[in-house]
């Protein structure tokens, strides 16, 4: 039985995660930041037993150190690591270059760098440590997203935070190769998480689901089924890899 560790898994996509390596049997850590009842409710959904909760604010110092080591005291050891928290577009993180304050511009940057790349960044580190240190193979699966091809006009820290943190999950790729560990990422295009359902809901909606040729948007439970494959020992091999999950709605070269 593996222990899988998947950040920012209260609700959406990692709630989605979370319920897949479950389902699978693997032992669970949910770690959250503040929607506890949410993340208490992911954690009941979850089959078997032996799951954790976690709740941990990724922006602060050291945080990432004492979540690892908090979801290793509560699965026995982690296998696998899930980077999906994410500070993500919404109405308060919106910051459109021509219209921001030089203030609001700053703030939403050092929030997305720091839980997006930064805290993914730690969590890797001490994953990649407790692995090494046990001479065990394991995975990390960074979610990414499409908007680091396509761009993101009105949220361009969110485009470049997972620009890198694509560009950081190859450089691990071949980094923690000789340890038998892989490195893969999934972008997704738009996913409908609770997050998103206002904008599904209202005058944007046709549009967005138009922009896949599907005619609709993607699913938390698709998303989940890419990144459960991706950490099985059967896909090491395509370690290094950023798949595409977005309805052939952006096609990169
Ligand atoms: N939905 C989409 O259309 C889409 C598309 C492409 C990529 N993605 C990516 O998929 C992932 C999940 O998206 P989603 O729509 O499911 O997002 P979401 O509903 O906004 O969930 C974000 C998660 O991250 C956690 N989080 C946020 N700030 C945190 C912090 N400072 N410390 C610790 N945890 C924090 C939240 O915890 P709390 O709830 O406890 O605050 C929540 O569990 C993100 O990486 C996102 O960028 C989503």
Redesign the pocket.
């Known amino acids: 039985m593996r222990g899988v560790l998947v950040?920012?898994?209260?609700?959406?996509?990692?709630?989605a995660v979370a319920a897949a390596f479950a389902a699978a049997g693997d032992r669970v850590a949910v770690?959250?930041?503040?929607?506890?009842e949410?993340?208490e409710e992911t954690l009941r959904l979850l089959p078997g037993s032996g799951h954790a909760l976690i709740r941990?604010?990724?922006?602060e110092a050291g945080?990432a150190e004492r979540v690892v080591d908090e979801a290793v005291a509560g699965l026995g050891q982690v296998d696998v690591l899930v980077?999906?928290?994410?500070?993500?577009p919404?109405p308060a993180t919106h910051h459109p270059v021509a219209t921001v304050s030089l203030d609001a511009w700053r703030t939403v940057w050092r929030?997305m760098i720091?839980?997006?790349l930064l805290?993914a960044a730690d969590l890797t580190w001490a994953v990649a440590r407790h692995l090494i240190d046990r001479g065990s193979a394991g995975h990390v699966v960074n979610?990414?997203?499409?908007?680091a091809f396509r761009g993101e006009p009105e949220y361009p820290a969110?485009g470049a935070s997972?620009a890198a943190l694509h560009a950081f999950g190859q450089s691990m790729a071949v980094a923690l190769a000789p340890h038998g560990i892989s490195v893969t990422a999934v972008?997704?295009?738009?996913?409908?998480?609770?997050?998103?359902s206002s904008k599904l809901a209202g005058s944007q909606g046709d549009g967005l689901r138009g922009e896949s040729p599907f005619g609709r948007?993607?699913t938390?439970e698709e998303?989940a089924a890419a990144v459960r494959y991706l950490a099985a020992p059967e896909a090491t091999w395509a370690s290094g890899t950023i798949l595409d999950l977005n309805g052939a709605s952006h096609l990169r070269t």
């Open positions: 950040t920012g898994a209260s609700r959406g996509i990692g709630r770690q959250y930041a503040s929607r506890r949410d993340a941990s604010d990724l922006s945080s980077n999906n928290a994410a500070v993500a919404s929030q720091d839980v997006n805290a979610i990414g997203s499409r908007g969110y997972k972008a997704p295009g738009f996913v409908a998480t609770e997050r998103q948007v993607g938390p998303v």
